[in-house]
RNA sequence: GCCGACGUAGCUCAGCUGGUAGAGCAGCUCACUCGUAAUGAGCAGGUCGUCCGUUCAAAUCGGAUCGUCGGCUCCA
């Protein structure tokens, strides 16, 4: 038998027979570390200990100390859930387990009731005595008619159906522990006792491939860890999590109400206004410089423009329409604003030299969302975006996509949010246009991307129904995946409402069309800001930005003209004169995330100073003087700085 | 829309097997006039989401409905 090298991280390399596995390459490595193996890592890729090794290769040993050996122990926690399953509900048929979630497993099950919260206890408390039992998980090469009679004799039917679906020439293995059997890839950890910990965390219905005319099923979501403790650390994150909620938050703060009498639909407050309004501001100031200017078109539509745009047919039930006043007139209430943009195109001639032309719209939109995606101010019926279409000519595409990158970063860098990602979405099965002028604009897209120095993710089948497009994907502080700026080109409308314009050449051309959101929809974008941020805005933000507190009643009227001199440089000021203790409404202001907090008392009325305080700092800052706290404050007003002061 | 859970004061929640509601915080009043995250006392606040039903009696049990949450699906 011939042999094989293994190159260790540290450089140092090993020689094995051929056909050694894993977990022996960690045993020659030493006793401790192959005990505590979870699995290994060869180019990246996470590989069962099991299995055996083939050609020269470049290896790691996975632990638990490594964040990929959670992954291992989470994906062997998904099988200890079915078995605990399979143990209490014999009859129940398993599907499949999935654990590409942030330090979440999932499991799914077909019953004959969907599990109550008592029958997860008493899951989990199967689980646990599994996790004693410590069975060794062992993993076993089987040919496909092997496996299809194992599954077969063993009654799982969705076992079978999703082995078929398992391509022709791989490899099928399954993994056992003690009596229980799964298909699966791996990796798994060698014994149950090496998954420390388990929680299960909630069930829900779903669908057999997600399709919603099979088979109804069960799902379980848990999480494991090597320890209890690394558990009661997660739990303890979640319950952060839970807290930045921005359901809770946005109350909290007295930014927005949700009522019963508006389903999916915002009351703004005052607070969540200036927010909003300063989000809004934010943007419009930008416009002038990358070339945009700002238009407003109707709320309400004759359906004849959705339906030369395709939405009437692909949304239609997804839109509010009603009969207009006059015989047979119907109407479409706005729930985008791009067949407005094209029809508005449409309306006069247009010459190369207008070109581009970026039109912007802050408009409200309605969709009639499905009662069962509406979250919080997250997804919701009323909304809008900051929304524009830009008509150009198709060799000016790659340069308004890297102009688009570059306003995308500008506003996120302002806004403190860093590490954007790039995807392109690729044709989807229901698309408008020619499959070739597809082709064309995914490959000047992913050029683009990787034009401006992002490396570039391909999502396929998941563009818009009229166009490919560029997603931003940023990732919050909790970990969690959100999609904010968008850019996409389409190439189904500007045909459908024939638009035009003159090049050069004096013959008409049909012009390219993008449409495009930094911010996506406001509502959304502010509800992922306040998880994000726990609800402590940078200081151009905040509803108020600055609260002064008199220590007693006779230093009032000297706060007073502190707020009154900030107020009128366009900083927003106020007094919390209450008759409470300095530090009870310290406290206040904290909880009510005021960024700067300004003491007036006997020493400053006389020295004509404050004495300022950051939010969430343990100490006052030096007093300074009124002028010099209001010109620095107008300042960072001006520059949308985070904090108040340096 | 589908599956599951939940809905009690402005907020967070308690209220066991049916006997017509309770706390903390917030609010209001009074006293205190205070130096960097909770001063004290008092007052007020709810037809228990809504509707039907079971019962001598329903926040509590059953049904429907609306809403919310967790998922699925969807996302122009």
Known sequence: MSGLTVTLPDGKTLELESGATVLEVAERIGPGLARAALAGRIGGKLVDLRQPLSGDVE?????????????????????????????????????????????????????????????????????????????????????????????????????????????????????????????????????????????????????????????????????????????????????????????????????????????????????????????????????????????????????????????????????????????????GVKAMNCPGHCHLFSTTKHSYRELPIRWAEFSRLHRNERSGTLNGITRVRSFAQDDAHIFCEPEQIPEE??????????????????????????RPEKFLGEPSDWDQAEKTLIASVEGAGFSCRIKPGDGAFYGPKVEADFRDVLGRAWTLATIQVDVGMPGRFGLRYVGRDGEL??????????????????????????????????????????????????AREIRAALVSVGVRAEVDDRSETLGFRIRDAEKQKIPLTLVIGDEEVERGTVSPRLRKSKQAMDAMSAEALVSALREANAERRPKPLA
């Open 59 to 331: 290896l790691e040993i996975v632990t638990a100390r490594d964040p990929a050996g959670g992954e291992v122990i989470r994906h062997s926690a998904e099988h200890v859930m079915a078995d605990a399953v399979k143990r209490l509900f014999p009859s129940a048929q398993v599907d499949a387990g999935r654990s590409d979630h942030a330090e979440k497993f999932q499991y799914d099950f077909l019953v004959d009731e969907p599990f109550t919260p008592e029958d997860l206890e008493r899951i989990e408390k199967e689980m646990d005595s599994i996790l004693a039992e410590d069975a060794r998980f062992e993993r076993q090469v089987l040919s496909r008619q092997e496996a299809a009679d194992l599954f077969r004799s063993m009654g799982e039917e969705l076992k079978l159906s999703r082995l078929a679906d398992i391509p022709e020439d791989d490899v099928i293995t399954v993994f056992r522990h003690g009596d229980f059997v799964d298909l699966c890839r791996g990796p798994h950890v060698q014994h149950a006792g090496q998954i420390g910990a388990v929680k299960l965390l909630e069930s829900s219905g779903t669908y057999f491939r997600g399709d919603e005319s099979g088979p109804k099923l069960q799902r379980i979501y848990g999480t494991a860890f090597a320890s209890r403790k690394e558990l009661k650390a997660h739990l303890h994150r979640i319950e952060e999590a839970r807290k930045r909620d921005h359901r809770r938050v946005g109350v909290e703060l007295g930014l927005f109400h949700m009522d019963a009498l508006a389903p999916g639909s915002p009351f703004y407050l005052p607070k969540g206004m200036v927010l909003y309004n300063s989000l809004v501001r934010f943007i419009q100031d930008l416009y002038p410089r990358y070339g945009y200017r700002e238009i407003q078109t109707p709320q309400l539509f004759r359906s004849d423009v959705f339906k030369t745009s395709g939405h009437y047919e692909k949304f239609h039930d997804d839109m509010y329409w009603f009969e207009g006043s006059d015989e047979g007139e119907e109407l």
């Open 509 to 558: 051309h049909q012009p390219a069309m993008l449409h495009r959101a930094v911010l996506g929809s406001l509502e959304r974008f502010i509800g992922i800001y306040i998880e994000h941020t726990g609800g402590d805005f940078p200081f151009w933000l905040s509803p108020i930005q600055v609260l002064a507190l008199p220590i007693a009643d006779r230093h009032a009227p000297r």
């Open 401 to 426: 996509i890297e102009s688009f990158f570059r306003m995308t970063s500008e506003v996120y860098t302002t806004l403190g949010l860093e590490g954007l990602e790039m995807a392109v979405s690729t």
